[in-house]
């Protein structure tokens, strides 16, 4: 028989969250969602509290959460704020690329930043053409040797204009669709990298979500 009722320590760690949101969340919640603007002070309260970057395993100073754990989290903190926790959700998500390919030295390089400073990433898939069909994207990234060149577009990414790393997703040959694709890890600040505006959505609203350009 499956059981999916949860542990005593993932309990123990929604009633924590549950907390966090209803001190540190709620109260602020309303007037960022009127503004819009980016909650600098309550991801950095986030981060002081343990909930950024739940996946980074223990041997790399994290906490080493698995994907059940990284759910709960962001189940609780969407009760409080969808906008907030999309910005806390896809710092995660954007993370996963780099935990999952990178050799040891890479994640420590990469990584250790997060861990030290309340930094932080963006996934970038999506682009205007490319959405739930990630198969074809148009990003093209061209292997010259001992680095990529990027030239093309994404949009709406979250994060993008408050980013210190991306994780981007490029083809080196569209023809070949998936297995064509290549995911790379980009400074924000690297010269051919331009943000859009900010976008004026709907939901979500305090969380950032912009257009990329990659003219490299
Ligand atoms: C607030 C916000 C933040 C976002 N943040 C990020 C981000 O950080 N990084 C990122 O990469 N992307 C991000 N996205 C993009 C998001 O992931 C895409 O919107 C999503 O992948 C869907 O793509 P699309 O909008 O082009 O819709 P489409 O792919 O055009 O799909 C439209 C609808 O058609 C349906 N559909 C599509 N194909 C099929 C099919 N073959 N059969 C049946 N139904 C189908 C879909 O389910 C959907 O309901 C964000 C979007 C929003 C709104």
Redesign the pocket.
């Known amino acids: 028989m499956i059981d999916f009722s949860l542990t005593e320590e993932q309990l123990a760690l929604r009633d924590t969250v549950r907390k966090f949101v209803q001190t540190e969340i709620i109260p602020h919640a309303h007037r960022y969602d009127v503004s819009g603007d980016f909650p600098h002070d309550v991801i950095r309260k986030a981060w002081e509290n343990g909930l950024m970057n739940p996946a980074v395993p223990e041997k790399f100073g994290g906490l080493g959460l698995g994907i059940t754990e990284d759910v709960i989290m962001n189940e609780e903190m969407g009760a409080g704020c969808l906008g907030m926790t ?1 910005s806390i959700a ?1 710092n995660t998500l954007a993370l996963y690329p780099i935990l999952i390919g990178g050799t040891d030295e890479q994640i420590k390089h990469w990584i250790t930043p997060f861990l030290n400073e309340p930094h932080l990433a ?5 682009e205007p053409g490319a ?3 990630a198969g074809s994207l148009s990003l093209h990234a061209k292997d010259e040797g001992s680095h990529f060149v990027l030239n093309g577009s994404k949009m ?3 994060n993008a204009g408050h980013s210190h790393l991306l994780t981007v997703f490029a083809t080196t040959n569209k023809e070949l669709r998936s297995k064509g694709t290549v995911c790379l890890v980009v400074p924000t600040k690297t010269p051919g990298v331009s943000m859009g505006k900010h976008e004026d ?1 709907m939901g ?1 609203r305090c ?1 950032d ?1 912009r257009a990329i350009t990659f003219e490299m």
């Open positions: 999309t896809v963006s996934f970038c898939l999506t959405g739930s069909d709406w990414i979250t959505k979500q969380s979500t």
